[in-house]
Structures are given as structure tokens and as C-alpha cells.
């Protein structure tokens, strides 16, 4: 994280109380109205800020509208509502069906400065179906960082990235959920100081679903101007994973639609419940945002080709053992279909899956250059590490160096001591370095 750190040198004029009234730390005046969190030894939380109209009724499939002030005092010590998801992988979100759901925390350092404090905006992972702001605690980065952690619930999966002809006369449709994104950036620009916090020095930050978010937000012109400096991680910014082209998007959008009239018998598949319009983490359409239009003019690949995007500087990386997870699902999958509770991946499964990601011609080279006896004699270990490599390690360099052309780049490489699915780790260590100088 040294990189969101590195922000510079930051005026102390006119930095805003930190207390709304009377010196209370529990308590923050927003643009809206006061708010009172939770106070401990070492920081503050304020949860369930609302920095839009709930998008529903009318507003469903709209861009975000500006959230109505309120009068009093606002309790913000419990996270509000996560975005409508089905909740089936615990770990990544909880289950939700409320379309109110567009809030944000904020967590604070307890100690007041002096000086108005860096900000950091995290961008939940999940496949942009599932997650929530409030699924990754912020007390430590805040506290130990010094800094202003900031994070976003947004809408997801149909609701959040629907593309449809029918949409389009409320504007370009199927970046709901990157458009709620913008608004809660924006909150952040009007509201900072209010936590003392300096707008002039963000860092946008994201994993997974999260981290292509902030690759969309580098080449929004939109964008421009609302983060100072971008971390991304396990998102490689010119692999087509985590974008659409408008195009596809639309006709995805338009037999989607059509699947939920028939299967729900309804006339209209505007009025499907938020339930029904859910699909599971890792199955059903594959959402992300959408290239093509307006909005999103070009792609990475094309933006940082030309140098046409918002120039900040950026820390990229992946995890050295990325598709352990995904390879122990396949091996799950295998026991259940076979009914063997002791099956595993083997030979012929190594060479199938190679082939099935890579095509056959080219599955033969990768299976010598990953040779199962280099990975202790296991073909899902061996598949894991090509899987990675050619699916994260590959485009990572290849953003490292297209990013690299216009802006200080950082890339790093983090090796887990004890991954939690195959267990077979290896010591930990950590690989940071400019990328004009290692790529």
C-alpha cells in the first residue's frame, strides 16, 4: 500500500473540524446531515451513509440520484443494507433482495492531525454479483495506515449492469453498478474534510470485480479528477476478463430478459422481483462493465495504447497462486459427478482442462513447460500454475508495460504462506518494483 501513501506534500488551510458539534468524535456532518458512529481506542465508524437515492421503482435501472438530506442525527453504527445478491458463497456476500442498498463507511483514525489525512476507496471483489462495502473490515488499514478508508456498496450483477435496447431511451444503459461508483467518488470529493480527509489525495483501490472497476474508472473521461492514484488487485487491466462490448452486452441483456418472462410468467420483465433477477456467484451471465459507449469509450488495452486515460499512478498485482481456488473446484466438482469422495485431478484432467483454456495445439507446449513432476507430482497443482500464469501473470506484465509508457507503475507478486484450498504453500514473500525497470 505504500503507494497510497506516497501522496506528496498536503496543505493544513481549511481543514474541517473532524467533530460535527461540541468535540464528539462519534459524531461527522455530512452534506446531507449528521451522522454518529462508533468510536474506539483506535479509530472511528461511521456505516451505512447513504451517497444516492435508493435505486428502486422509477429509479431502478436509472443513474444514481442524489440522496434527500435528513434532520437530526443519523445512526451510522450498523452497515446498511448489501445490494441484492443470493448469498450462497457466505465468504464472498451476504444474502440480500433490498434494492436500498447504495451506502458507504467510513472508517477514521481515532487520533485528530493536524493535517487533513490521505484517503483510500476500496471497491468490493465478487464477480460484480455479490459482495458488500462492509465484507472487509477497514479498523486496521486506518488505524496503522493513517488514512481515511472509505468503502462502497453498489448495485450488482442485472440490477447493477443490464444491458437492453428497452433501457436506452433513460440513456446509455449497463453500467448502473460503475455509475454508483462515480457517486459515491464524488461523495467522497464533497465530504472528506468532514472526516478530516484531503479530496485532493485518493486512492482508488479494488480486487477482484473491484480492481476491473478502477481499470474502467482509469479510462472513464467521467472519472477524471475524482482519485489521485489506483491499486489493483488480482485484475489485470488488458485481460478481457471483467469488461463487455456493448454490442454483446445488449444481446445478453435482450435473451436474459426474454429467459425471465418465460421462467417467471410474467408480461413484462421489468417487474421481476430483485430475487429473481440475482444469479449465484460464478454462474448466469457474466456481468462486468460495458465498452462501446459514451461512457466507457474505449478499452484499456486501446486506452493505455494511446495514452488516452486518466493519467495517475498505479500499483498492480496478483497472487502467486490466483487459481488454486478455481482448480480445487474443479476437483470438487469431480468427486461429486463421480461420486468418489477421494477423486482428484489427474493426468488426463490436467491435459483436458489445458486444452479446454488454451486450445489443444497450444495445450501440448504448456503441459512441458509446466510439467506435473516440477509441482510435486500433482496435476492440479501443475494445472493451478498454469492456470495463474496464463491467466493473470501474462496480462499482469502486459498492463505493467502498457501503463508503464505514461505513468509511474508498480507491480507486485504475493506469495500466500498456506493457501487455504490445496495447502501446499511455499514461504512467503513479496516481489515490488517499478515497472519500466523489471518488465
Not at 499482469?396 to 509511474?408: T, W
Request: neutral net charge.
Amino acid at each position: 500500500m505504500a503507494i497510497a501513501l506516497a501522496a506528496g506534500t498536503v496543505a493544513a488551510a481549511g481543514v474541517t473540524a473532524i467533530a460535527a458539534d461540541g468535540g464528539d468524535a462519534s459524531l461527522a456532518r455530512t452534506d446531507k446531515g449528521v451522522v454518529r458512529g462508533s468510536v474506539t481506542n483506535t479509530v472511528r465508524i461511521f456505516q451505512g451513509i447513504p451517497y444516492a437515492a435508493p435505486p428502486t421503482g422509477e429509479r431502478r435501472w436509472a443513474p444514481p440520484a442524489a440522496a434527500k438530506a435528513w434532520r437530526g442525527v443519523r445512526d451510522a453504527t450498523e452497515p446498511g443494507a448489501a445490494c441484492p445478491q443470493t448469498g450462497l458463497l457466505p465468504p464472498v456476500g451476504p444474502r440480500s433482495d433490498d434494492e436500498n442498498c447504495l451506502f458507504l463507511n467510513v472508517t477514521t483514525p481515532h487520533a485528530t492531525s493536524t493535517k487533513p489525512r490521505p484517503v483510500m476507496v476500496y471497491l468490493h471483489g465478487g464477480d460484480h454479483t455479490d459482495g458488500a462495502g462492509a465484507m472487509h473490515g477497514a479498523q486496521r488499514l486506518a488505524a496503522e495506515g493513517n488514512v481515511i478508508v472509505v468503502t462502497v456498496n453498489y448495485r450488482l450483477a442485472a440490477l447493477g449492469y443490464l444491458a437492453h435496447p428497452d433501457l436506452e431511451t433513460r440513456g446509455e444503459s449497463g453500467n448502473y453498478g460503475f455509475r454508483d461508483q462515480q457517486a459515491a467518488l464524488r461523495w467522497v470529493q464533497r465530504n472528506a474534510a468532514a472526516f478530516g480527509a484531503d479530496p485532493d489525495n485518493v486512492t482508488l483501490f479494488g480486487q477482484s470485480a473491484g480492481g476491473y472497476s478502477t481499470c474502467a474508472h482509469l479510462v472513464a473521461p467521467s472519472s477524471a479528477g475524482l482519485f489521485d492514484r489506483v491499486i489493483q488487485q488480482s485484475a489485470p487491466c488488458t485481460a478481457t476478463m471483467g469488461q463487455r462490448d456493448r454490442e454483446d452486452a445488449l444481446a445478453e441483456g435482450m435473451a436474459t430478459a426474454s429467459e425471465i418472462e418465460k421462467e417467471q410468467g410474467l408480461d413484462d420483465w421489468r417487474t421481476a422481483s430483485p430475487e429473481q433477477w440475482v444469479n449465484a456467484f460464478g454462474t448466469g451471465p457474466e456481468y462486468a462493465p460495458v465498452y462501446g459507449g459514451k461512457l466507457l469509450p474505449r478499452t484499456p488495452q486501446k486506452a493505455f495504447a494511446t495514452g488516452q486515460f486518466n493519467k495517475v499512478p498505479v500499483l498492480q498485482g496478483i497472487n502467486h497462486y490466483e487459481e488454486r481456488a478455481r482448480v480445487y473446484g474443479l476437483e470438487l466438482a469431480k468427486k461429486a459427478a463421480t461420486g468418489d469422495p477421494d477423486a482428484q485431478i489427474d493426468q488426463s484432467d490436467y491435459h483436458a482442462h489445458l486444452e479446454q483454456e488454451f486450445g489443444k495445439e497450444q495445450a501440448s507446449v504448456i503441459a512441458a513447460r509446466y510439467p506435473i513432476s516440477d509441482h510435486d507430482n500433482s496435476p492440479a497443482l501443475a494445472l493451478a500454475a498454469a492456470l495463474t500464469d496464463g491467466n493473470w501473470a501474462r496480462h499482469s506484465v502486459d498492463s505493467g508495460r502498457a501503463l508503464s509508457g505514461h505513468v509511474p507503475t508498480y507491480i507486485r507478486i504475493r506469495r500466500q504462506r498456506g493457501p487455504l484450498v490445496l495447502g501446499r504453500g511455499l514461504p512467503e514473500a513479496r516481489v515490488r518494483g517499478r515497472s519500466r525497470a523489471h518488465l
